[in-house]
């Protein structure tokens, strides 16, 4: 299964794109989606929310997930160093800005995920991220490097 969720807001660009896929091949493209508040109703199994606990299921339980570029649902994604496609929300998707590019981008350059800037490319990032090892650095806990400074 492909997870894909877009949280509690809006990316029905993405469904639709998901939704297209999902038609012309089910079996290549097997999307559950958790499908937040938008107007568009795709053909593939969703919900529109999920709790917490549900979404880190569905996450593990997936072959990848493909994701807005939310810094929440990124954190969950590195918690469960889970394969992904990240898709940030963007102005010429009817966004109010570009706020997700610069992260998205970021875990591109670091290997964290298959960055993905234009739902038109998702198929091929979906067999680029099936085809590619995701790396996962450690980071220093937070307040570690201000701790040793402090003394």
Not at 100 to 124: F, R
Request: proline share 6%.
């Amino acid at each position: 299964m492909i997870f894909v969720t877009v949280s509690t807001g809006h990316f029905d660009p993405l469904i639709e794109e998901c939704d297209g896929l999902f038609c012309s091949d089910s079996a290549k493209y097997p999307f559950f989606g958790q499908i937040g508040s938008g107007f568009y109703i795709p053909q593939f199994p969703h919900v529109k929310m999920m709790s917490p606990q549900e979404l880190d299921q569905k996450m593990a339980d997936a072959e990848l997930v493909v994701s807005h570029g939310g810094t929440g649902m990124l954190s969950r994604l590195y918690r469960l160093k889970k394969k992904t496609i990240v898709i940030p929300k963007q102005m010429r998707y009817g966004e109010a800005n570009d706020g997700q590019v610069e992260l998205a981008v970021k875990w591109g350059e670091l290997g964290m995920a298959t960055l993905c800037m234009d739902v038109k490319d998702l198929a091929q990032k979906i067999e680029e991220c099936r085809n590619t090892s995701i790396e996962f650095p450690i980071f220093p806990p937070l307040g570690t490097t201000l701790e040793k400074s402090l003394k």
